[in-house]
């Protein structure tokens, strides 16, 4: 999978650095019936696409259901501010098995492993749900320079 590159400073490899090293929540924005809703999750960038648990029942995983098309944005809330943004294609993926890889990686990912958190996370995966969202289109910005 590759990452299209809309506008920024960043080429495709700068813009692949910055989500596979950052670690801040991935904000996911989905429609429906009531407007946009932007939601923080982890998530981990693998071969192209960016990867999150959610409950299964969760109005998150329900919105994605009815219309795969979703906006997100990694980007740190304190200077220097730089980041990407960008749409994609979500897919639900309702298997057990990668529920459990995701989540995993997931908590070792924000520094959980071995936590109670960690433990509480990993013994809900019968109601978790993977999203993967691909077909990235991508827009960097980083203000370093001006600041």
Known sequence: MTIEVRSGPW?????????????IPLRLAT?????PL???VWFVYDQGA????????????KRVGRDLNVGWEVSPDQPPYRGVRGSGVATVID??????SVLTRL????????TTLAQWLLS????EVVLSISE??????DYTPRM
């Open 38 to 40: 932007v939601q923080s």
């Open 107 to 114: 908590v070792e990912r924000y520094g959980q492993s071995g």
């Open 50 to 61: 960016l990867w999150c648990a959610t409950q299964r029942d969760s109005v998150l995983a």
């Open 31 to 35: 429609s429906g019936k009531q407007g």
């Open 11 to 23: 080429s495709s490899p700068d813009i692949e650095a910055w989500l596979s090293q950052t670690v």
């Open 124 to 127: 809900r995966v019968d109601s």
């Open 95 to 100: 298997d057990a098995a990668h529920v459990h």
């Open 136 to 141: 990235l289109s991508v827009t960097s910005w």
